[in-house]
């Protein structure tokens, strides 16, 4: 199978190990990742550090975007912050709106811990 053809069936595999079985994301990474690379001819012996690899690439980029904006959403609970916008946001929205001002209120204070 060609190597395009093998992460497509790939993804497919995964978006239903995951919506349908319910299996947690990580786990559904991990299996769609071994079963990808040896059907693309990798031994066992050569398939664990490729996904060592990988995975802690991941993970040491994402560790320092998580932490940096931990950080920052302690910055915004401890100085009342967060709080403010929050209660901005249900105001305007009614509590009619909950859900929307919540969602909204997220988006507000979320995409800025990613600009780290």
Not at 100 to 108: E, K, P, Y
Request: hydrophobic content about 60%; aromatic content about 8%; proline content about 3%.
């Amino acid at each position: 199978m060609t190597p395009i053809i093998t992460v497509i069936v790939g993804i497919a595999v995964l978006l239903i190990l995951i919506i349908r079985f319910k299996v947690n994301a990580f786990i559904g990474l991990l299996l769609v990742s071994i079963g990808i690379g040896l059907a693309q001819g990798l031994t066992f012996g050569e398939l664990v550090p490729v996904i060592q690899k990988g995975v802690g690439s991941t993970l040491g980029y994402l560790a320092l975007v998580l932490g940096l904006g931990a950080i920052l959403g302690g910055i915004l609970v401890d100085s009342g912050a967060a709080d403010a916008i929050s209660g901005r946001i249900i105001h305007l929205f009614g509590k009619k709106h909950l859900p929307w001002a919540m969602a909204l209120t997220g988006f507000i204070i979320g995409i800025p811990l990613f600009y780290t």
